[in-house]
């Protein structure tokens, strides 16, 4: 079990360009989360998949902003038209369904949008 | 809707100091409660966890007890070490989805 693996770490990107993340969760575990944090300040929840269903969507997950689940396995998080406001750590996390709560989370993948 | 408090940071404490973090919450329903840690450089990882009133959760040392009555689930560890010093997220779920709510968090510097 090699834990969550997101990818890629780091991505600098210009103003207006469109950027996707991928987030490969601990295998068998069938809820997959998405969350962004920002300098100072805690996560925040943007969507959750059951399997490849999308049960929740926070409204801070604007138009431009689109994941996905295809197969109930990995999952992509794209953010089309990026804009400064953009800029933050994006984190996965998995957890069995029915499970204790705790969240298993991946190490990250900073966006920066110049 | 759901929400965490807890105390602003840094934290800056002696080694073998006494640590309180502050942590309060609102939410509908019965939330359970956790706390995060986040080492440099390193993922959010769960340090301990309630989940109904009067709970205790402990691990390394440390200890939350999930005070309904004052919507409280403050931090203590009686002897802090360097390594410990790192970002401490309280955090609540409700619901049965495991979405979590977290505060802030609070940097803890430990020095010698």
């Known amino acids: 079990d090699t834990g969550v693996s997101q990818n890629p770490r780091h991505k600098i990107t210009k103003r207006g360009q469109n950027v996707t993340f991928r987030c490969d969760p601990i295998?068998?575990?069938?809820?997959l989360y998405w969350y962004r944090q920002t300098l100072g300040q805690g996560p925040e929840f943007l969507t959750y998949?059951?399997?490849?269903?999308?049960?929740?969507k926070s409204r801070l997950l604007s138009d431009r902003f689109s994941a996905e689940r295809p197969k109930g396995s990995f999952s992509t998080l794209e953010i089309q038209r990026t804009e400064q406001g953009d800029s933050a750590m994006y984190l996965c996390?998995?957890?069995?369904?029915?499970?204790?709560?705790?969240?298993?989370f991946g190490e990250g993948s900073r966006l920066t949008v110049l | 809707g759901d929400s965490v408090t807890q105390m602003e940071g840094p934290v800056t404490l002696s080694e073998e100091a006494f640590l309180t973090i502050n942590c309060t919450y609102t939410?509908?329903?019965?939330?359970?409660l956790f706390w995060y840690v986040q080492y440099p450089g390193e993922g959010l990882q769960l340090l301990l966890k309630?989940?109904?009133?009067?709970d205790k959760g402990s691990n390394k040392g440390f200890e939350a007890t999930y005070r309904k009555e004052t919507t409280s689930f403050h931090l203590e560890k009686g002897s802090v070490q360097v390594s410990d010093s790192a970002v401490y997220f309280c955090?609540?779920?409700?619901?049965?989805?495991?979405?979590?709510?977290f505060g802030t968090g609070t940097q803890l510097k430990v020095e010698l």
């Open positions: 996390a998995s957890t069995p369904a029915g499970g204790t709560g705790e969240l298993f």
């Open positions: 955090a609540l779920s409700t619901g049965g989805g495991n979405k979590l709510t």
């Open positions: 939410a509908t329903g019965y939330p359970s």
């Open positions: 309630a989940t109904k009133a009067d």
């Open positions: 295998s068998e575990h069938n809820r």
């Open positions: 998949f059951q399997n490849e269903a999308q049960l929740e």
